[in-house]
């Protein structure tokens, strides 16, 4: 918020430079920076939503600047010359709102529109508002000094009172439903019973604390005036503006529950200044009433807690001064002492506030740093946190790249989904743009468009990322943390099962090192996941019956419709689910005592038969002292017959009572030759 | 004649080679006079131009790749024999290693983590998608509140509208501080690392999700001071480097007094003219937990007290490696994560 230097300097007479003024403001107010219009500095507050309230007004920050810089400063005294005509003999108000805290208002007679004086201008100009006469002009001008939003009403223009000719009436309250109002700008507002007006009898005048009315509004030929000051609940005033749409200085100076001593004062001073810019007679008396009176809180505070919250010894005497410098007055007992906040401080409410207070005026940067003194403790470890970081750093040694994508997809993303995904989606009430409108179901869909943008610099992408997905899933709303990755490359293989046993031995080797067993997870095919929807060749990692992840190459449509054609593969891990089974602590196996003989067997078989079934057919010839199983060769092309692919396997052998020999080995390979001939394979 | 079958057999005869002499058979059978490569290139000169030029080529690729599996394995073989006498010239580069790196916002966070695990805090986390009431009414935000205009907020669409359990992304990760306080006894330390949303238009420094670790320390006696000493030791352990704090007034609902803390960084040199230099940036809000908090978890408000902090990791992700656009972290290209 724009404050004028100039005026705040002749308020508070202080020697400090536009700079060094800011500096003091950023360090025990609220950051400051200088501006310049011209040679005119301008202070640049970003008041805190708490400060608001108080030192909105250029008064409010001179108090305040007077409380750091140890001046005590005093509201100037406003002396009016008043005509003996009263008020309230030509007005007056009825409250019908509960949203109105206090309505007060004073009439002018027979002042003269015209343009302002130069300082008015200048100081408006300073606090970025621009000059458009000096009535409407005055009311801004005591705004930016008291913080109390005022406004002006043509006296003339508002309809007299029903039972008295003579009269004027102005009411609050609620609108009426299907009431509409045009304001100062010639907009129109549809109204309801949410919104509160201030009206005279017959239709409504303004949106209260909000914005003028067109009907009553100052004109060049306006002679006699009604001033309003009013203090409304914040709360009514920010949803009115929120549902109008329309956010104003007045409305959201109100939204900040101004504190009600200034309403009188600021009517008061508008008044005077009319009279020096716009001439005119004051008429006797303020109209008008508070129906809210503010309680005045009493907060004890027992001495020896200002050492226990802040944590350095403060004097008592230290105490006083800067709760003084800052209005509030004080009752010292023996075991504590009693504080109340003055009424421009409703943002004081609880002994942690006060002692605060105390503290930002000491200077919170030059409060001692002290360790605390508390009990050793080893931190509890978080195992899944851990786990994460420690996969990560794993899958950083496959030369992975870690990114981080966005949690969200798009419209587009969307309708490319299959329907299945497109109905778990859940969805973003009011994202920024049509590019973040859901929550990501799976990594897959941003993974995609990296690779395609990548692929304009390199030919090879190796991506991993732990993030979460996020679904519905019958109503409820579900994130979970999932590993996925990529491999791609820009260059076309036919053999697309390249990159993806390069994935599965990420996998697997990854897994391998987390100690998990084969025995605790397995492949499966990947028809009857969800999966098979956006993966064609592939399979699905199962723990027992549940699904925990996915290896597989992502349709040609979805990479068509990213543009990222080439190979590619993609895998999604479930990760939680993956702890559990490593929970399961790595046992160590004792070292071998005997040697082991190794035999080779290659054989010709149907490419329908799956490595799988070999190795279940081989375990179940179950050859003696048989102690791994090893693919190493995958043949398939020209010299075999389609449809068949050559197989080579490492055969290890291992008694644990004795070295073998190798007839023994002969015999149990008979085993597995009958068995694997009993498949249709030709041993080579 | 196939040449892919050829390729094969070569391959798997040369693997199986243990000695010199067994080399020198495979080198005859394959390189050799009289070895079917050389017999191909001979029967070339019967061919057309193009046939000649193609075919020769992919031969010639063979014969290279044969030439080489032999030097390698008669390498091998050698070196075996006689390591000490083989010729090295260390000055040539190692052979290179590919790794993979961490994105920034890991190291970052892990630092982080790693300097307050030091002190004792443990590690807490919390759910992304967040009830209304966690992330504003627990923490003194209720609706019609002027703060929650620091806290924009993307809204959950829910198929049935219940407006009594209204569904957020995560401003902040301060709703976690109401959720572990529901469950656990004071005294603790804890910090909560995690994903959050605003309601924001992109730019070089505003993004719509960022990375916020969380801090909550409640005891007897944790005062304000004690704040103080803890930040200053972390961030030191940070930044490995002279960094200069500033600890400055602040409002947030949910803390009473609040702070801002500011850092800056003195340039290394003259030359680095980056915006991070000697200018104050703003890394953490935070405060004395509000007694309301305290209250709503059922604690004594008359014994406990402490702090909670809230610190941007991308911010001090920029600062600490010279980052000018928060952009570049959810933009994943190869050129800017091989620089971490």
């Known amino acids: 918020m724009k404050f004028s230097y100039n005026w705040l300097k002749d308020l508070l007479k202080f020697k400090e430079s536009p700079e060094k003024l800011a500096d003091i403001l950023t360090m025990y107010f609220a950051e400051t920076t200088v501006k310049y219009y011209g040679k005119r500095p301008v202070l640049d507050v970003e008041l805190l939503s708490n400060q608001v309230a108080e030192a909105s007004g250029h008064l409010g920050l001179a108090r305040e600047t007077g409380a750091i810089l140890g001046k005590i400063f005093i509201y100037p005294k406003i002396n009016l010359k008043e005509k003996n005509l009263a008020a309230k003999d030509l007005l007056d108000i009825k409250i019908k709102s509960s949203n109105c805290n206090c309505y007060l208002a004073r009439v002018i007679q027979g002042i003269k529109i015209k343009e302002s004086p130069k300082w008015l201008k200048d100081a408006l100009a300073d606090c970025g508002v621009r000059s458009i006469n000096n009535i409407v002009d005055a009311a801004n001008y005591v705004m930016l000094e008291t913080g109390q939003p005022l406004h002006t009403f043509d006296f003339d223009k508002i309809c007299s009172k029903s039972t008295d000719i003579n009269k004027k009436e102005i009411i609050i309250r609620q609108a009426k439903k299907n009431e509409k109002i045009t304001t100062l700008e010639d907009e129109v507002y549809d109204l309801n019973e949410d919104i509160m007006v201030i009206a005279d009898n017959e239709s409504s005048l303004s949106l209260a604390g909000i914005k003028g009315g067109k009907k009553s509004g100052i004109s060049t030929n306006t002679t006699n005036i009604i001033l309003e000051s009013a203090n409304f609940n914040g709360v009514n005033i920010r949803s009115s503006s929120k549902k109008l749409g329309l956010r104003t200085d007045a409305s959201w100076r109100f939204e900040h529950n101004l504190p009600l001593d200034l309403t009188g004062y600021a009517v008061d001073r508008l008044a005077q200044l009319i009279q020096e810019v716009a001439g005119g007679n004051i008429l006797k008396g303020k109209v008008g009433q508070d129906i809210f009176k503010e309680k005045k809180e009493l907060i004890p505070i027992k001495w020896e807690n200002w050492e226990k919250f802040l944590g350095w010894s403060i004097k008592k005497k230290e105490i006083i001064y800067y709760l003084s410098l800052l209005g509030f007055s004080l009752q010292q007992k023996k075991d504590y002492i009693l504080v109340s906040p003055p009424c421009f401080r409703n943002d004081v409410k609880i002994k942690e506030d006060v002692m605060g207070e105390v503290a930002r005026l000491y200077g919170i940067d030059k409060v001692d740093s002290v360790m605390p003194q508390e009990v050793l403790t080893i931190p509890l470890h978080n195992e899944f946190f851990e786990f994460r970081k420690q996969v990560k750093d794993w899958l950083k040694g496959y030369n992975l790249e870690e990114v981080y994508n966005y949690s969200f997809i798009s419209e587009q993303d969307k309708n490319i989904l299959p329907n299945e995904w497109q109905q778990k989606l859940i969805e973003i009430e009011n994202p920024t743009s049509a590019l973040t409108k859901y929550l990501r179901p799976t990594l897959l869909v941003n993974f995609l468009k990296n690779i395609n943008y990548n692929f304009r610099f390199v030919d090879k992408i190796r991506f991993f990322e732990i993030g979460k997905s996020y679904f519905k899933d019958k109503k409820n709303l579900k994130e979970f943390f999932v590993l996925s990755g990529t491999l791609a490359q820009k260059e076309k293989s036919n053999n697309l099962s390249i990159l993806l046993y390069e994935a599965k031995g990420i996998i697997e080797d990854l897994f391998n090192k987390f100690g998990i067993d084969k025995d605790n997870y397995g492949f499966k095919s990947l028809e009857n996941t969800e999966y098979s929807l956006l993966l064609e060749q592939g399979t699905a990692i199962y723990k027992n019956k549940d699904l925990i992840g996915v290896i597989g190459n992502p349709k040609k449509g979805l990479l068509k419709e990213y543009d990222c054609e080439g190979s590619s593969v993609f895998w999604e891990i479930k990760l939680l689910p993956l702890l559990e089974i490593v929970k399961e602590e790595r046992e160590f196996q004792p070292l071998p005592k005997y040697p082991a003989i190794i035999r080779d067997i290659s054989f010709i078989i149907s490419q329908n038969i799956l490595v799988d079934k070999i190795l279940n057919v081989i375990q179940e010839a179950s050859p003696l002292n048989l102690e791994d199983v090893d693919l190493f060769d995958v043949y398939i092309g020209k010299n075999l017959k389609s449809g068949t692919k050559s197989l080579s396997f490492h055969l290890t052998f291992r008694s644990k009572g004795h070295t073998l020999k190798n007839e023994e080995v002969d015999k149990e390979m008979e085993k597995v030759y009958k068995g694997l001939k009993n498949i249709g394979a030709e041993i080579r | ?340």
């Open chain 2, 1 to 340: 004649m196939d040449l892919k079958q050829l390729k094969k057999d070569a391959e798997i005869g040369i693997s199986l080679i243990k000695n010199t002499s067994n080399l020198e058979k495979w080198r005859i059978k394959y390189l050799g006079r009289k070895s079917a490569l050389s017999l191909f290139f001979n029967s070339l000169s019967k061919l057309s131009l193009k046939e000649k030029k193609e075919q020769g080529q992919k031969a010639n690729a063979i014969r290279q790749l044969f030439s080489s599996l032999y030097k390698k394995k008669k390498n091998d073989l050698e070196s075996n024999l006689s390591f000490s006498s083989n010729f090295i010239d260390i000055t040539q580069p190692g052979e290179k290693i590919h790794q993979g790196h961490l994105h920034p916002l890991t190291s970052t966070l892990n630092d982080i983590t790693n300097s307050f695990q030091k002190m004792g805090f443990s590690i807490i986390e919390g759910p992304e998608i967040e009830t209304e009431y966690y992330n504003f009414d627990a923490l003194n935000i209720p609706a019609g509140h002027p703060a929650r205009e620091m806290w924009d907020t993307l809204w959950v669409k829910l198929e049935a509208k219940n407006e009594k359990s209204k569904m957020l992304l995560r401003t902040h990760t301060s709703p976690v501080q109401v959720r572990f306080m529901e469950t656990n006894q004071p005294p603790f330390r804890i910090i909560v690392p995690g994903k959050c949303f605003r309601y924001e238009a992109t730019d070089a420094s505003h993004e719509i999700q960022f990375h916020q670790i969380e801090g909550l320390m409640v005891g007897e006696n944790i005062s304000l001071s004690n704040f103080k000493a803890i930040i200053e030791e972390v961030v030191k352990d940070i930044f490995k480097q002279k960094v200069l704090i500033r600890f400055r007034p602040s409002y947030f609902p949910f803390v009473a007094p609040g702070v801002e803390v500011d850092i800056k960084i003195k340039p290394k040199t003259k030359n680095q003219k980056s915006k991070i230099n000697n200018e104050w940036l703003e890394i953490m809000g935070a405060g004395m937990v509000h007694p309301d908090l305290f209250k709503r978890a059922g604690y004594s408000t008359n014994r406990w007290q402490g702090f909670a902090f809230g610190l941007g990791i991308e911010r001090i992700a920029m600062i600490k490696y010279h980052i000018d656009d928060i952009r570049l972290f959810f933009s994943p290209d190869v050129r800017f994560l091989e620089q971490f």
